[in-house]
């Protein structure tokens, strides 16, 4: 093991890419951390085995049918087998060809491959970002560092790279070969671009690693007090079982405007190494629907009811496991011990496949027992009488007439479950939810609005009236493809339609157009990107009211819908089928607030403005009718008056073939 202080990889990574010691030796990391319970954070790698190896199978096919048993090769020689990931910078002269592998220098870290294996080469932008070109070493495919113009001489290779690199060694190499695993396809795509999420080593160099620190303890306290597992010993674990790995995770968690909340370190089992069938079966686990959220809070704004938020803490941690699950702690955490021991789950860990399905089954069956009664159209919205709540995942949100009503169910729910009461709603899933004194609400995404306008350069930019032009958009054939911030395209649009979707309904015919083309956007897309995000510079303080109107022409569930009719056969290819397709567009309100808007391309092609109008119409009434049955199921809770208004429901059409 390393001097005590010193990582492993510290050590290790000591030297640049070409093997040389590097010019400024890396400094040891702080004292180890010794809380007063186990398992405790180091800084040492546990030295465990694991019973499944991919290397001892891809070295058994290597060897089937070979008579000789392969020889054991001296200290430091590398077999054909054994690919480097990061090779040493290439020198090109002008006569030499970028495919040529002599010349390359290798360093110690090494994964072994079987030929019909993908893993370990990363996405083809990656390759783009670091400047790396495949070729072929000793028969076998793998990824070479290069300079884009020889008379540059050797590529410096970034810290950003190197970092990227080591943590992708370190999470995907098995404990004890040193082999990578048989890790996810998409495992270098896994590039967090977060500053406030990170591996809990790297949260050691974080000017606040106090803060870190403290919720790494809290987190190891919480997990051991709920006798999340328990020690046994390598030679009990049954022969084939997977052994995980896990990771710890630092975060800085955050309030929707960008405030600092709190610091949060989760431990995170490696789910993706399960085997479905073996270690999972079933993972679907239901969230509940924003249109429901939205519909509890209109009526809350217009009955006046008593709302307050409950987190539960450490929610999957809080259900238990029907199959054996064995688990190696990662580097920064582990047990005191000298012996070869393993950690086997009694309950859920983060990370792993079946986690959020068996939290769902236990916090169903709490709410059950205490008189609550699942809905059949929204599996995450449960009725008592004159309460009800919505479920997303570990938040919670009460709506009742009388704030005892809720505190008595609380105080109910925390003899079964570990929870916190957050008070009146405030925030939910990124929305920031104003209250007024007259009991309306307001839902707002300033905080995702200015991280969208940061990302994408345009903080300062000038703001716009419209979010989009008058004309529909078109896929630009032939159009410049070549623009300055093509790679943040798909990124921004993302974030834009999380914002439509929650609380924006102004854009989404926009974001819509633009998320199209997120797979060859052109500067023509990206000029409508930037109109859309002009607009949300002046708009970013404004939001989504909810203010019934009691007005009889406004009561009650209505619906506007309508339709485009080949829309964008003006702007595509008249030889492309998509030319002559139509736009669906409808909003559902309750009492003139809105709780469901959409805006699409229709699936069929219809061939005349009826049939398009019809189309449309089926789609809206497609979301009206489950919608109207939850309202249904709500008011009868309740026990509301008025809810013969809300047993039916008007939509607005204006065609009238399709009505």
Same mark, same amino acid.
């Given at each position: ?24 030796? @890396?400094? !040891?990391?702080?004292?180890? @951390?010794?809380?007063?319970? +186990? ?27 070979? &008579? ?37 220098? &290798? ?15 990363? !996405? +083809? ?15 076998? *495919? ?38 990578? &695993? ?41 997990? &051991? ?30 309030? !929707? ?88 789950? +009694? ?124 004309? *529909? ?56 990107? +930037? ?129």
């Amino acid at each position: 093991l390393p001097p005590e202080g010193v990582t492993e990889h510290s050590v290790r990574d000591n030297h640049d890419l070409a093997g040389k010691p590097a010019s400024t030796p @890396i400094q !040891p990391t702080n004292p180890t @951390i010794k809380p007063t319970i +186990k398992p405790t954070i180091k800084q040492v790698q546990p030295n465990f085995p694991s019973p499944r190896h991919l290397g001892d199978e891809l070295e058994a096919e290597e060897n089937q049918g070979s &008579t000789t048993p392969a020889s054991p090769k001296p200290p430091g020689e590398k077999s054909e087998d054994e690919v480097g990931l990061i090779e040493g910078a290439v020198e090109h002269t002008g006569s030499q060809s970028p495919g040529r592998t002599e010349d390359v220098e &290798t360093v110690d870290a090494i994964i072994r491959r079987s030929d019909r294996s993908t893993k370990g080469i990363p !996405p +083809k932008r990656y390759r783009d970002e670091y400047n790396c070109f495949e070729t072929n070493r000793v028969g076998k *495919p793998s990824l070479i560092l290069q300079a884009m113009n020889p008379e540059e001489g050797p590529l410096k290779v970034t810290d950003e790279m190197s970092a990227f690199y080591s943590e992708f060694l370190e999470l995907n190499t098995d404990v004890d070969s040193g082999i990578l &695993t048989g890790s996810h396809e998409l495992a270098f795509a896994a590039k967090v671009s977060d500053p406030d999420t990170m591996k809990f080593d790297k949260a050691r160099f974080e000017p606040d690693w106090e803060e870190f620190e403290k919720a790494g303890e809290r987190e190891l306290k919480e997990l &051991t007090e709920q006798d999340t597992w328990e020690m046994i010993d390598y030679d009990l674990v049954p022969e084939g079982a997977t052994i995980l790995q896990s990771t710890m995770i630092a975060k800085r968690k955050r309030y !929707p405007d960008g405030r600092l909340r709190s610091y949060k370190a989760r431990l995170c089992v490696r789910g993706d190494q399960q085997r479905e069938g073996v270690d999972f079966f079933e993972t679907y686990a239901p969230v509940v629907q924003m249109s429901t959220v939205r519909l509890m809070l209109t009526l809350a704004a217009k009955h006046n009811f008593i709302t307050k938020q409950v987190d539960y803490a450490n929610a999957f941690v809080q259900a238990k496991l029907d199959t054996d699950v064995y688990v190696h702690l990662p580097s920064c955490v582990c047990a005191n011990t000298e012996k070869k021991q393993v950690f086997k789950l +009694k309950k859920s860990l983060y990370g792993l496949r079946q986690a959020p399905l068996k939290w769902f089954e236990k916090l169903r069956e709490g709410m059950i027992e205490r008189g609550f009664q699942q809905s059949q159209q929204d599996p995450c919205l449960f009725l008592a009488d004159s309460l009800v709540a919505v479920v997303w995942v570990d938040d919670v949100l009460f709506f009742a007439r009388e704030e005892k009503r809720i505190d008595e169910m609380i105080e109910s729910l925390s003899t079964d479950f570990e929870l916190k009461v957050e008070g009146d709603v405030t925030s939910f899933l990124g929305l920031t939810i104003r209250k007024f004194e007259d009991g309306s609400f307001e839902i707002l995404q300033t905080g995702l609005i200015e991280r969208i306008l940061q990302a994408s350069g345009m903080i300062d930019c000038n703001p716009s009236k419209t979010p989009a032009a008058k004309l *529909p958009l078109g896929s630009d054939v032939g159009g410049n493809k070549h623009f300055e911030g093509k790679e943040k395209y798909s990124s921004i649009v993302g974030m834009l339609l999380y914002l439509a979707g929650h609380s924006r309904p102004d854009i989404s015919f926009a974001v819509h157009q633009v998320a199209r083309f997120t797979h060859n956007p052109t500067r023509k897309h990206q000029t409508a990107l +930037k109109t859309i995000l002009r607009y949300l510079k002046g708009t970013r303080d404004k939001g989504l009211m909810f203010r019934p109107n009691d007005d009889e022409e406004y009561s009650g569930l209505h619906a506007n819908c309508d339709a485009d009719f080949a829309g964008l056969y003006e702007v595509e290819s008249k030889d492309d089928p998509i030319s002559v397709k139509s736009r669906t567009g409808f909003v559902i309100r309750l009492d003139n607030c809105p709780v469901i808007w959409k805006s699409k391309l229709q699936s069929l092609i219809a061939l005349s403005t009826l049939e398009s109008e019809y189309i449309a119409l089926s789609q809206c009434m497609r979301e009206l009718i489950p919608l109207r049955r939850v309202l249904k199921d709500i008011t009868n809770a309740f026990g509301l008056e008025d809810v013969s208004a809300y047993a039916h429901s008007t939509v607005f059409e204006d065609n009238n073939g399709a009505l």
